[in-house]
């Protein structure tokens, strides 16, 4: 038995990193699983490595491309039982040299595109009348301001508060919504971080983390599985944090 059996869950951003990692655990775990992105190649590469799972392109800033693809997947499948809103971009970058076009592409697919995916599958869901999770992956930055992330950290608030919301808003409707806070995870978004490239760097860094190790894809995916599943139905509207013990 696993712990998603017979669940339809839509993994945005999923080519590479956090999301790819949470399609291959998730399907390992009996889930029929959409992975999107705006990848396209490395998402066909990506999916066609994980048994139970395809690819569909989904730029999540634009809203008739979630129309066309929640709706192909309900024509597909019927339903969709859990949503995973990951896709983002981090822009390191001081506040105040930020253009105003650099924070509203932060904006447009760190914050518009988790709204635009609560919406439109909520919508499906409160239909569907059945137990259904989202889970928003904020990050640490969504908890407290992080220097040089300032545009980042916005977005970051913004996800958390819409969940707390719309928790609010959908629990009569057996929708759970949470949210997940990564600290520095080793992915394709943080590769050319000294933290990671330097050796000497990294010791450091490590030593200021209780639990003395730079955090992996599949930590966040493991929390993402626990708020999928059923294994957290009395949890919704709360903030959960991975990051080793840096932020308790
Ligand atoms: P990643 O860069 O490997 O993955 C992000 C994915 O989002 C990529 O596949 C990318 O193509 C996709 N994406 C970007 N723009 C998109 C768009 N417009 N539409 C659809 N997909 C788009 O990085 P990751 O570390 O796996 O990041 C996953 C999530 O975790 C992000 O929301 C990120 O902000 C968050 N996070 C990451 C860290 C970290 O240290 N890596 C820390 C805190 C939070």
């Not at 650099?102 to 447009?108: D, L, N």
Request: glycine residues 10%; contains cysteine.
């Amino acid at each position: 038995m696993g712990r998603l059996d017979d669940k339809v869950v839509l993994i945005t951003g999923g080519s590479r990193g956090q999301g790819a990692e949470e399609g291959r655990l998730f399907t390992d775990e009996g889930a029929t699983v959409i992975l999107t992105d705006v990848l396209d190649e490395l998402g066909q590469q990506t999916a066609a490595t994980i048994e139970g799972a395809t690819y569909r392109h989904l730029d999540v800033r634009s809203e008739p491309e979630w129309e066309a693809v929640v709706g192909g997947v309900m024509e597909s499948h019927g339903r969709i039982d859990v949503l995973v809103n990951n896709a983002g971009i981090d822009l390191v970058k001081k506040l105040a040299a930020t253009t105003l076009e650099e924070f509203e592409r932060v904006v447009a697919i760190n914050q518009t595109g988790t709204f635009l995916g609560m919406r439109t599958v909520a919508n499906a869901m409160i239909a569907a009348e059945k137990p259904c999770s989202i889970v928003n992956i904020s990050s640490v930055a969504g908890l407290e301001g992080v220097p040089n992330h300032g545009a980042y950290s916005g977005t970051k608030f913004a996800v958390t508060g819409m969940t707390k919301a719309a928790a609010k808003e959908w629990g009569r409707y057996g929708i759970r919504v949470n949210s997940v806070h990564p600290g520095i995870i080793e992915t394709p978004m943080t590769e050319d971080l000294r933290s990671f490239t330097d050796d000497e760097v990294r010791a450091k860094v490590e030593r200021t983390i209780p639990l003395r190790r730079m955090g992996q894809s599949i930590d966040i995916a493991n929390m993402v599985l626990f708020l999928a599943s059923d294994e957290s139905a009395y949890c919704t509207g709360q903030a959960f944090t991975v990051d080793g013990g840096v932020h308790p």
